[in-house]
């Protein structure tokens, strides 16, 4: 199986920080894509950014930005000016072009006041 | 626009016992997915339907877990006989097309507690 991996268990910051969250992924195949998606306390997961495998722009998204490098398979994620809702565990996941995710083992921030 | 409903929220029930899991997902979305997430896990694919056939079933047990996709919008997902180790948070998802990676949005889920 081709995985992501998301080396930090938990990442506990004091608001206002910023949190860097990495990701490395495997990967064979040209096309892919590559998401990050937040599981509050609530269970839900919500869709928080794409990136399309022929496309490395990086963005900021308001307190949002990845930087995603090909050339180390990373795609990392920060959060600017951290809050307590930030609060949740954080997922790097790698679609095919079939519709298959794969997801990494995520990252529980915490965001203390 | 309404996001993914899944029902019940919670379930607990004794082992080998049945139960039957329901999501509707996004109005219009041809693609639907079960996912099973074990406490400190991320989600795993269970199944992946298109309308109302079936593209990817290769990790769902078929000997004790079903699903459907009647008429192609709701979906239910049936463990029979449960056993402990389905204790778990089982998440449907929807995306609007399907083979290119639409972005999937995720349901609440239902949290089944095997005993």
């Known amino acids: 199986a081709q995985k992501v991996t998301q080396a930090q268990t938990e990442i506990s910051v004091v608001e206002k920080e910023d949190v860097t969250l990495d990701c490395v992924y495997e990967t064979r195949d040209t096309t892919y894509y590559l998401f990050w998606y937040k599981q509050p306390p609530s269970g839900e997961l919500v869709f928080l950014i794409r990136r399309n495998s022929f496309d490395e722009q990086n963005e900021i998204s308001g307190r949002y930005s990845w930087n995603f490098q090909k050339s180390t398979s990373s795609f990392n994620f920060t959060i600017t000016a951290s809050q307590v809702v930030d609060s949740a565990v954080y997922f790097c996941?790698?679609?095919?072009?079939?519709?298959?995710?794969?997801f990494g083992a995520g990252t529980q921030v915490v965001v203390t006041p | 626009e309404a996001g993914v409903a899944q029902s019940p929220r919670y379930k607990i029930i004794e082992k080998r016992q049945s139960v039957a899991f329901w999501c509707n997902p996004i109005s219009g979305h041809a693609t639907l997915y079960w996912y099973q997430q074990i406490l400190g896990q991320g989600p795993k694919l269970l199944i992946q339907f298109q309308n109302n056939g079936v593209v990817d079933d290769s990790q769902l047990p078929k000997d004790r877990f079903s699903a459907e996709r009647l008429k192609g919008v709701d979906s239910t997902l049936k463990i029979q006989p449960a056993k402990l180790e389905d204790s778990a948070v089982y998440l449907c998802?929807?995306?609007?097309?399907?083979?290119?990676?639409?972005?999937?949005?995720f349901g609440p889920g239902t949290r089944l507690t095997v005993l």
């Open positions: 998802a929807s995306s609007k097309l399907a083979g290119n990676t639409d972005t999937q949005y």
């Open positions: 996941v790698r679609g095919d072009s079939w519709g298959k995710l794969q």
